[in-house]
Each structure stands twice: as structure tokens, then as C-alpha cells.
């Protein structure tokens, strides 16, 4: 993740079996318009143009991962 090409901190939790991301915003699918409400500034940018069907579509497909041994 960067913003500006600067690198951005991310704040990563792990456990043996799992993590989280603790994203620095909140981020929504509204018809075409991608949302991205930022946590810090309350800022709020669409963007149109995004190829949002596309996201949902992955969004909803079940993950093909192995499991752990």
C-alpha cells in the first residue's frame, strides 16, 4: 500500500491461524462508484470508473485455498 508513492503503514495482527489488516478507512461498492471514507480526516472520495461488478463478483466467490495440515 502506498499513497503519493510514499509506503504507507499497515498495521498487521497474526495468530498461528489467521490475521487481520487494520485498514485506515472504510471502503463500499455503491452501484458504479467505488467510496473510500478515510478513519483520521473523514474525507470521502468516489471514484467512478472502477470496475466495481467485477469486484463484487470476487468479493462473493468462495476462496479455493488448501488447507492447513
Do not use: C, N
Not at 485506515?24 to 470496475?51: E, N
Amino acid at each position: 500500500m502506498a499513497r503519493g508513492g510514499d509506503p504507507e503503514e499497515i498495521h498487521l495482527e497474526e495468530t498461528d491461524t489467521t490475521f487481520a489488516i487494520e485498514w485506515k478507512g472504510i471502503y463500499q461498492i455503491d452501484g458504479s462508484a467505488f467510496i473510500y471514507a478515510d478513519r483520521d480526516t473523514a474525507r470521502v472520495t468516489t471514484v467512478l470508473g472502477y470496475p466495481t461488478e467485477q469486484i463484487e463478483q470476487a468479493a462473493w466467490q468462495p476462496l479455493d485455498l488448501p488447507l492447513a495440515k
